[in-house]
Each structure stands twice: as C-alpha cells, then as structure tokens.
C-alpha cells in the first residue's frame, strides 16, 4: 500500500465519524423527549390571553369601519353600556 | 378632553380607546360613548330541557327559553361554545329580539324561564338585566348561565333579578389565571352575593384532566364550597370532552369524576351530581334524610318526581330549590 493511501485513510475515516456525529446531534435535537412528547398540553404562558387581547387590537383597525357600518345599517346596536367611566375619572 | 372609556362592568376593567372593543369584544368605544353591540341581537335562541343548564333543583322538567350574544368577558382554553364565545359581533349571525320579544317567545312557547346562556351573559349584561325585568313582570322566572366574573355593583343588581343561576366555580386562582384567563376572587364573591340575596344557585365544576383534576385540587373545591357556600348548595362535577384549544387532551375518566363525588358525599355535601356522563349513580336527587331518591333522572329526562311542595314525599324532609 502506497503511503499517501495510509495518510488518507485516517483522514476519510474521521470526515465520516465527524458527519455521523454531526447527523445525530442534530436528529437528537429535531426530535422530542419522548417523555415530553408524551406530555399533555399545559396551560398557555401567563400573559397568553392580555397578549392575544393586544394583537386583536392591532387588527381593530379595519374592524371598525365594519362595526361602524353595522351600527348604521341596524345590525348591531347602539345601545349605551352601564357601569363605566369616563377616562378623566377613572381611578389610576 | 379624553374620550377613552374605562369600562367597569367586570374585574378585567378595559380602558377602551375610540374606535375600540374591549376584551369582551361586546363593547365598543364610540367617540366617547360606550356602546354594547350585541342589546336585543342574540345570536342563539332556543329551548332547551332546564336540566341541560344544569340546574336539578328548579322547576324539574321544564322547558327554558335560552339566549345568547356573540362574546365574553373570559378566554377558556376549553369552551365548547368558542364558536360565538371568541367571536366579535360582525362576525356570527345574529337576529332582531328587543326583550319584549325574548319575553313573548318565552309564554308563547310555555317557557316559565329564561336562560342567559351558553356565551356569557356577563358580556350581554344590559339585554340580560333589561329582559330579567320585562320577565319578571309577566310573572317569568330568569336564570343565569355563568362563570360569575362581574363587578360587585353589577352582580348584585342582576342577581336581584334572577331566580336561579347556573355558576362555574373552575379551579384554584393558578388554573383561573392559566387555562380561563381571569382571576377566581370576584367569582366568590359573586357566589357570596348570590348567597346573601337568596338566589338559588348550582355549582358547576368541570374537571379537566391534567389542569384542575388532582386530588388535593379537588378536595380545595369542596372544602371551600362546603366553608362558605353551606352543605345545601348543589354541585355538579361535570366531564370534560377535547374541544378549542385543548383538543389534544382526553375526556376526563368516569372514575375521576366518581371518586371526587364521592370525596364530596364523604365530606358533608348535601347534593352532589356528576354530568356528562351517561346514566350514573350521581344523577338522581336523595333525600338527604331518608336517602329515598325524591327525583329520577336519566339524563336530561325526569323519570320520577317524589317531592311535593318542595318536601320529600316519604319523610317531609324540606329539600332546596325553586318547585314552583
């Protein structure tokens, strides 16, 4: 056998051991714990329903000319709430 | 001047801005006036078995006339009417019926109540007080259908009209804060007002798997309800099925809902009923005394009704509840 076989040889056989490694990190990482794929599904984070309530009013921007119309048209009504107060005398 | 709104119908206390819906998406700032979208518009009118509520100590075997509105105050993670529940107005169907009309509808069809249900009527609060008085003046019962997240102020004046009520008592505050998305103070004391005013009630606990279904979970429903509530009031464990957002969980097992009816017998309560959940040892009504089942039931249906006057047929034992 040639020495530059004997050389390349080692160097082959690293490259592969390399990229194995490398494929089974990241298989380990793309997959679940098994026990955690097992697990139920847990409560939303704390701040899930004020933060969904904050992206609904992004979009309320174009609602409001709906809700508008509606009123106009009789579809939803105009009648006064109860039980509220005026920014200015609202308690902080 | 300031035209934002700070609404305080409910403990979430919206300050809602021109142009905007507040959380319950009912409400609407309209240049600095707050308007409820859905007076006189349900999107839901039915009749229903009062049974379905669930209520088991009024008028059994009556028929209800049940309205809705689209919205609600809360966020379940398990509502199974999300449908209208978390949906604004404009965006579900719904049909002209001022409270005189839900009131005419309710005698024309032999209805002796009214339901404010399956939504919340805390987010059709003003339709729902408005058509509780046009009831109440044709001799019409009214029943709330509720999870009780209301202001004090407004709790108290809708309970001085309502006759029977229907509560959801969820869990403990981590569960209200979790999976429903508000806080379980002012649900008792809602349940305390209700107490204080007389109103008959039934408390609904659904139990969820994994979220509010541990023994010391449950135990700390039954203690507090047993505590301030009394042994009288009538509970309902009820079963849970996957629905909105929690579809990747399992109905709840029938043993789980059997066991915490008994831990609530064992502890003192009085009438303890387990539902959704085909015919069981849970849905008849005893007599406390004489431990005779007084009604019958198989699911919604009344088979046999042993009370008289509100009075256990066999040993005059009074038993709680609206008869007439």
């Known amino acids: 056998m040639k020495l530059k076989n004997l050389v390349l040889i080692p160097i082959i056989l690293a490259i592969l051991a390399a990229t194995a490694w490398a494929v089974y990190k990241t298989s380990e990482k793309a997959a679940p714990e098994p026990a955690a794929a097992a697990q139920p599904q847990r409560a939303q984070p704390e701040n899930f329903f004020e933060s969904t309530y904050r992206e609904r009013l992004k979009e309320e921007g174009n609602r409001t000319a709906v809700t508008e119309k509606m009123i106009k048209d009789g579809k939803l009504s105009s009648e006064p709430a109860r039980h509220l107060k005026i920014a200015g005398e609202a308690k902080p | ?324």
């Open chain 2, 1 to 324: 001047m300031s035209k934002d709104i700070l609404c305080e119908l409910c403990p979430r206390g919206c300050t809602i801005k021109p142009g905007k819906h507040g959380y319950c998406r009912s409400r609407y700032n309209r240049e600095g006036e707050l308007l409820t979208l859905v007076y006189g518009k349900p999107c839901a009118a039915h009749i229903d078995p009062v049974e379905k509520k669930p209520l088991f100590h009024f008028l059994p075997s009556s028929s209800i006339f049940s309205i809705a509105t689209a919205g609600c105050n809360l966020h379940c993670l398990y509502c199974q009417n999300w449908d209208i529940s978390q949906k604004y107005p404009d965006e579900v169907e719904s049909m002209e019926m001022m409270p005189k009309d839900v009131v005419r509808e309710a005698e024309k069809n032999k209805c002796p109540s009214i339901a404010y249900t399956y939504s919340d009527p805390s987010t059709f609060y003003e339709y729902a007080l408005d058509t509780s008085r046009a009831a109440h003046a044709k001799g019409i019962k009214n029943v709330l259908v509720t999870a009780a997240f209301l202001n004090d102020a407004p709790a108290h004046e809708i309970l001085s009209v309502t006759d029977g009520a229907s509560i959801t008592f969820k869990g403990n505050p981590e569960f209200y804060r979790n999976v429903v998305g508000g806080t379980r103070g002012p649900v008792e004391r809602y349940l305390k007002i209700a107490k204080k005013l007389g109103v008959h009630f039934e408390i609904i606990h659904l139990v969820v798997p994994t979220m509010n279904d541990k023994p010391e979970q449950l135990k700390e429903i039954i203690s507090w309800v047993l505590n301030e509530m009394g042994p009288d009031v009538p509970i309902h464990f009820t079963r849970f099925f996957p629905l909105y957002r929690l579809t990747n969980l399992y109905p709840t097992p029938v043993a789980t809902l059997m066991d915490t009816a008994r831990a609530a017998v064992d502890a003192g309560l009085k009438y303890v009923y387990v539902g959704n959940v085909p015919p069981n040892e849970f849905e008849n009504t005893k007599c406390p005394k004489c431990k005779k089942i007084v009604i019958k039931r198989s699911g919604y249906i009344v088979l046999e009704n042993n009370l008289k006057d509100g009075y256990c047929r066999f040993c005059n034992e009074k038993i709680p509840g609206v008869w007439k």
